[in-house]
C-alpha cells in the first residue's frame, strides 16, 4: 500500500494562491490515480481533483474547475495542486488519495485505497 504525505498549506487572502504537494512511498504512484479531497467542518469530504495513471488525463470538481491545476511527476512520486483565485469558501483540509488502475476518473471517497493525514488550507476574506 503506498503511503502518502501532504504538505504546502496555509493561509492565504482570497484571490491568493497556494501549492499543495503529495509525496508517495512504498510503491510508485506510476501506476496509480491519485486524486485531491478537500474537507471542511461539518462538510461531507468533497472531490477536488484527479490525475489518471498516465498524467495526461486530468479532471476536477465544478466548485474547482479553471481554478486549480492537478499535476504529477511519477519520476519524483509526486502531485502537485496549483490553487489560484482562492475563495474563502475553500478553506478546508485537503487530502490526496490513491486508487488502483482499473477505475475511470473515480471521484467518490470510496474508490480510493489510500489516504493522506490531511493539510490545512484557510482563505480569508
Known amino acids: 500500500q503506498v503511503q502518502l504525505v501532504e504538505s504546502g498549506g496555509g493561509l492565504v487572502q482570497a484571490g491568493g494562491s497556494l501549492r499543495l504537494s503529495c509525496v508517495a512511498s512504498?510503491?510508485?504512484?506510476?501506476?496509480?490515480?491519485i486524486g485531491w479531497f478537500r474537507q471542511a467542518p461539518g462538510q461531507d469530504r468533497e472531490f477536488v481533483a484527479g490525475?489518471?495513471?498516465?498524467?495526461?488525463?486530468?479532471y476536477y470538481g465544478d466548485s474547482v474547475k479553471g481554478r486549480f491545476t492537478i499535476s504529477r511527476d511519477n519520476a519524483k512520486n509526486t502531485v502537485l495542486l496549483q490553487m489560484n483565485s482562492l475563495k474563502p469558501e475553500d478553506t478546508a483540509v485537503y487530502y490526496c488519495?490513491?486508487?488502483?488502475?482499473?477505475?475511470?476518473?473515480?471521484?467518490?471517497?470510496?474508490?480510493?485505497?489510500?489516504w493522506g493525514q490531511g493539510t490545512q488550507v484557510t482563505v480569508s476574506s
Open positions: 512504498g510503491r510508485s504512484i506510476s501506476r496509480c490515480i
Open positions: 488519495a490513491a486508487a488502483n488502475v482499473g477505475r475511470f476518473m473515480p471521484r467518490r471517497v470510496g474508490d480510493f485505497d489510500s
Open positions: 490525475t489518471m495513471w498516465g498524467g495526461g488525463t486530468t
